[in-house]
Nanobody, 114 residues
Framework: QVQLVESGGGLVQPGGSLRLSCAAS????????MGWYRQAPGKQRELVAA???????SYAESVKGRFTISRDNAKKTVYLQMNSLKPEDTAVYYC????????WGQGTQVTVSS
């Protein structure tokens, strides 16, 4: 069973940046497409960015041009660079396969507020 550990969240002012990391245990990480998801209070979890095993990326319209997903297969880690953050980006951020296939990690809280 793969375990996922997200990190890098925090409190940031509007317009600021954060870089999230997600480390996966287990082997065969490189063959899976991965995604970053987020869940705001009272809302359903949503996919915000995805990266295929070959490195092709896709983004939700709400984050396009501001967020960048990347992966390092040697480190079994996927990243989410978030720039120009907005208060509506406030949520708990999770990674998983795209679409989800493993148990969810604990997530990392991102709060955008002045």
């Amino acid at each position: 069973q793969v375990q996922l550990v997200e990190s890098g969240g925090g409190l940031v002012q509007p317009g600021g940046s954060l870089r999230l990391s997600c480390a996966a245990s287990g082997s065969m990480f490189s063959i899976y497409g991965m995604g970053w998801y987020r869940q705001a209070p009272g809302k359903q979890r949503e996919l915000v960015a995805a990266i295929s095993s070959g490195g092709r990326t896709s983004y939700a319209e709400s984050v396009k041009g501001r967020f960048t997903i990347s992966r390092d297969n040697a480190k079994k880690t996927v990243y989410l660079q978030m720039n120009s953050l907005k208060p509506e980006d406030t949520a708990v951020y999770y990674c998983n396969q795209g679409p989800p296939g493993w148990s969810w990690g604990q997530g990392t809280q991102v709060t955008v507020s002045s």
